[in-house]
């Protein structure tokens, strides 16, 4: 996907959670990490790009065609894409398949039984068949993310936006969710992703964007960001969080 950002800003209060972010990407790029200290501006920049909220100024373009600025036009952007994050993903009364159907058919419209079998479908290709019929409270914190990955992309999003999408799970269910994520990559989905997960950063993302305190301390392929970093900020955070 390319991605043009132009001077994008967002105010919470008076501290700019981003400030004046200006990126350029071209369309080799199919998986985009962002990584960087917390705080850093990861969650509102992927809210921005896939129009949880508009921003205070800038702009936002994909493939071309700009983010909506007003709420009425990003309604219908939000729905062509999909999003998960860290946690409290699911709705807890409904079980894994009500959560997947549920959305296909109130948000996109999808007919119930149409739903209810592109359900089976993604659980399936997800290893959850087993779990169709549970609610989240049966089961593990691995499963639940994999059932909300499941729900993330079932309507087939032009865009999957996941913030920190293992950040809340134990070291064996991030390795089955991040496997998955890796899946997906290779099948030719498109996802722009916050992770703290360095290693997979620098395995599965085409181009790595590191920010801190709101804007982009360094940006470029994911072996030029970990391997030739330029920026002290970048060096020191990633002998930090690379030193076990
Ligand atoms: N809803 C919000 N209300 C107030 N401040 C916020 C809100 N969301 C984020 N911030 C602030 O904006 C800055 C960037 O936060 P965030 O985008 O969550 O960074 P990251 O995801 O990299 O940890 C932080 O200083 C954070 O405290
Ligand atoms: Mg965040």
Not at 43 to 48: F, V
Not at 72 to 79: I, Q, V, Y
């Amino acid at each position: 996907m390319s991605i043009e950002i132009r001077g994008l800003t967002k105010f919470y209060g008076t501290t700019p959670a981003v400030d004046g972010i200006d990126l350029s990407l071209d369309d080799t790029a199919k998986v985009l990490a962002l990584v960087g200290p917390s705080g850093g501006g990861k969650s509102t920049l992927l809210r921005l790009i896939g129009g949880l909220e508009p921003p205070d100024s800038g702009s936002v373009c994909i493939d071309g065609k700009p983010v909506p600025p007003h709420e009425k036009g990003l309604r219908e952007w939000r729905r062509r894409n999909g999003f998960l994050f860290q946690s409290f993903n699911l709705f807890p009364h409904l079980t894994a398949m009500e959560n997947i159907v549920l959305p296909l058919v109130e948000v996109h419209g999808w007919d119930r039984t149409e739903a209810g079998e592109r359900a089976r479908e993604v659980v399936e290709r997800f290893g959850m068949s087993p779990h169709l019929w549970k609610k989240p409270a049966e089961l593990s914190g691995g499963q639940q993310q994999r059932i909300a990955l499941a729900r993330a992309m079932a309507h087939g999003p032009g865009l999957l936006l996941l913030d920190e999408p293992t950040s809340a799970l134990d070291p064996e269910m991030k390795t089955e969710v991040l496997e998955l994520i890796e899946e997906l990559c290779r099948g030719g989905q498109r996802i722009i992703l916050s992770t703290h997960e360095m290693g997979f950063a620098r395995s599965s993302a085409d181009a790595v964007v590191f920010l801190g305190g709101g804007k982009v301390i360094e940006s470029g392929t994911a072996e030029a960001v970990f391997e030739r970093p330029a920026s002290e900020v970048v060096k020191a955070f990633l002998g930090k969080v690379m030193k076990w």
